[in-house]
Nanobody
Framework: EVQLQASGGGLVQAGGSLRLSCTTSAFTFNDYVVGWFRQAPGKEREGVSCTSKSDGSKYYEDFVKGRFTIVRDNANKAVYLQMTSLNPEDTAVYYC???????????????WGQGTLVTVSS
């Protein structure tokens, strides 16, 4: 079973930046894609970004394009989400998830981290 740990959340002012990390001890990390999802208060969980097993293909939802960057480091079994130009609408609990294929909807993803809270103040 793949266990994921998401970290790096915190409080930031609008316009600021944060980098989230998703790490794992899974031996077969390279066999999984890794995606980031978020869930704002009172809203459903939604996809943010996903990277392929080799980091060769990356996917972003429109609302983060140009602001967020997903980077994968297979040597260190980690995936990062660099977030810039944050705005209050980005406030949410951010989760990383792993599966065989990228999905921008949460249901198909098999393995989930515990989430890290990002709060953007205006």
């Amino acid at each position: 079973e793949v266990q994921l740990q998401a970290s790096g959340g915190g409080l930031v002012q609008a316009g600021g930046s944060l980098r989230l990390s998703c790490t794992t001890s899974a031996f077969t990390f390279n066999d999984y894609v890794v995606g980031w999802f978020r869930q704002a208060p009172g809203k459903e969980r939604e996809g943010v970004s996903c990277t392929s097993k080799s980091d060769g293909s990356k996917y972003y939802e429109d609302f983060v394009k140009g602001r967020f960057t997903i980077v994968r480091d297979n040597a260190n079994k980690a995936v990062y989400l660099q977030m810039t130009s944050l705005n209050p609408e980005d406030t949410a609990v951010y989760y990383c998830a792993a599966d065989e294929w990228c999905s921008m909807i949460p249901e198909p993803m098999d393995y989930w981290g515990q989430g890290t809270l990002v709060t953007v103040s205006s």
